[in-house]
């Protein structure tokens, strides 16, 4: 249980070293050069986000393939594992870099409506901006990696550092008048240390094993035929949890994304201490699938719902209350009156969102990555042209509402997760469905 609580908070910590450094670097960032400046800046670290979580999308199968050869003790199968998921995520990674390049041009005009904002320094920042989503990827599977060992420690004081590092550089440059192309050349750097310090770690975890990428068959085909899912459904995550604000500043401009974004950056944490609080649940119950009972299943699933219960319910009734104030005091009266008419449903769908985490990660320990990526896939499909239509006609408020209804889908994974545990009271947990071609496969 200690490791656990550990775990858990850690994993807190590499999610609330973001978010909260981004509130206190906000206003420096607001105050010294300006709403717009701020925008272009919220549109490109979107851009890197989206960008880096698409080309990662497959990560998940390897922490539970990881995480499952550790269960079966083959760990000379490990390195295979690892090689081959990052081989895919480079690849995937190069493939959304060079997009990113080829349609900044495009895109940079488009985000310096009205002239809020330089072309020129939008295109160069995008183009920054697609530098850092090819390494994002890379320095992913270590993490995974490590995660898949329950071992959160090292890897979760890597990356707070670089977070931090990253926010204190992006101050540092705004209190001395710099602009957004300055602040992502640090972001790039220092992520591009970050990632070096990672693989240091997983080398010294794995005695020297060599993680040169390299695209084993069995395991190649595995992490594809199940992390397929998985990316489909990151992809699906990405519309509501980047590309909304991407979306606003194509349409509005720059200066339109600032009171939107910090309506998010409030919210999201309701549902990102959540993710992060209970990451350790999925390695935790992916190690032990086999050979566990459901009732014993079920008992683990409730008191992890009851900790999600708790923590949604708590950061949601403090915003409702005080989420007008903070942004006041963040940004000034001003932002705040814009951003009244889209606090509550934002953090209404972040409430919702965060309830959906054990059922996700219970599924997806369970190997039902398919069935995960389905319902969330049929949601998000229908949110997408709602999100649209409703940003065409309602402006912010409408992607706001657009956060409310993808959350009260994102409930449903519930069901099939009753399906799973109630199927056959007392029976035991088959393994997960790995081909037997797969299992045969040659050693690293």
């Given amino acids: 249980m200690r490791r656990h609580l550990t775990n858990a908070g850690y994993g807190v910590l590499d999610y609330v070293s973001y978010p909260a450094g981004m509130l206190l670097v906000a206003p420096i960032v607001l105050h010294r050069l300006g709403s717009a400046e701020y925008g272009l800046w919220m549109v490109t670290t979107a851009v890197i986000s989206a960008g880096g979580i698409i080309a990662s999308g497959f990560c998940d199968s390897c922490i539970q393939r990881v995480a499952s050869l550790r269960g079966s003790g083959e760990f000379s199968r490990m390195p295979a594992t690892i090689r081959s998921m990052l081989g895919i995520n480079l690849l995937f990674g190069f493939l959304l870099a060079a997009g990113v390049w080829i349609a900044a041009p495009y895109a940079a005009l488009h985000v310096a409506a009205n002239q809020v904002a330089p072309a020129a320094e939008c295109l160069v920042s995008l183009r920054i901006a697609s530098l850092a989503i090819f390494v994002r990827p890379i320095e992913s599977v270590a993490v995974g990696a490590q995660r898949a060992f329950e071992r959160y420690g090292g890897t979760v004081q890597i990356s707070t550092a670089m977070r931090l590092i990253t926010l204190a550089s992006?101050?540092?440059?705004?209190?001395?008048?710099?602009?957004?192309?300055?602040?992502?050349?640090?972001?790039?750097?220092?992520?591009?240390?970050?990632?070096?310090?990672?693989?240091?770690?997983?080398?010294?975890?794995?005695?020297?094993?060599?993680?040169?990428?390299?695209?084993?068959?069995?395991?190649?085909?595995?992490?594809?035929?199940?992390?397929?899912?998985?990316?489909?459904?990151?992809?699906?995550?990405?519309?509501?949890?980047?590309?909304?604000?991407?979306l606003l500043g194509l349409f509005l401009g720059a200066l339109a994304v600032t009171p939107y974004s910090l309506c998010v950056q409030f919210a999201h944490p309701i549902y990102g201490l959540t993710v992060s609080g209970l990451n350790f649940l999925f390695p935790y119950l992916s190690t032990r699938a086999v050979g566990t009972s459901r009732g014993e299943l079920k008992g683990i699933v409730l008191k992890a719902f009851a900790c999600n219960l708790i923590l949604v319910a708590c950061g949601a009734v403090f915003l409702m209350i005080f989420g007008g104030r903070l942004i006041s005091i963040w940004a000034g009266p001003e932002v705040a009156r814009m951003a009244s008419d889209v606090l509550l449903p934002i953090v209404l769908g972040s409430a919702l969102m965060?309830?959906?985490?054990?059922?996700?990660?219970?599924?997806?320990?369970?190997?039902?990555?398919?069935?995960?990526?389905?319902?969330?896939?049929?949601?998000?499909?229908?949110?997408?042209?709602?999100?649209?239509?409703?940003?065409?006609?309602?402006?912010?408020?409408?992607?706001?509402?657009?956060?409310?209804?993808?959350?009260?889908?994102?409930?449903?994974?519930?069901?099939?997760?009753?399906?799973?545990?109630?199927?056959?009271?007392?029976?035991?947990?088959?393994?997960l469905a790995v081909p037997i071609e797969a299992q045969e496969g040659s050693n690293p």
């Fill in 170 to 246: 992006a101050s540092l440059l705004a209190f001395l008048g710099r602009g957004t192309v300055s602040i992502l050349v640090a972001t790039v750097v220092v992520l591009a240390l970050g990632t070096i310090a990672q693989y240091l770690l997983l080398h010294r975890l794995l005695r020297g094993a060599s993680f040169w990428p390299r695209f084993d068959l069995s395991e190649t085909r595995i992490l594809v035929g199940q992390g397929f899912f998985v990316w489909l459904q990151t992809l699906g995550g990405v519309v509501f949890g980047q590309f909304d604000r991407i």
């Fill in 354 to 431: 965060g309830l959906s985490v054990t059922g996700t990660y219970a599924l997806q320990a369970l190997g039902q990555f398919r069935t995960v990526a389905f319902i969330s896939l049929a949601g998000k499909g229908a949110m997408l042209f709602l999100m649209v239509e409703l940003l065409r006609h309602r402006g912010m408020q409408g992607l706001a509402l657009a956060r409310l209804a993808y959350g009260l889908v994102a409930l449903l994974v519930y069901l099939p997760l009753l399906h799973q545990l109630s199927e056959r009271k007392g029976a035991r947990v088959s393994p």
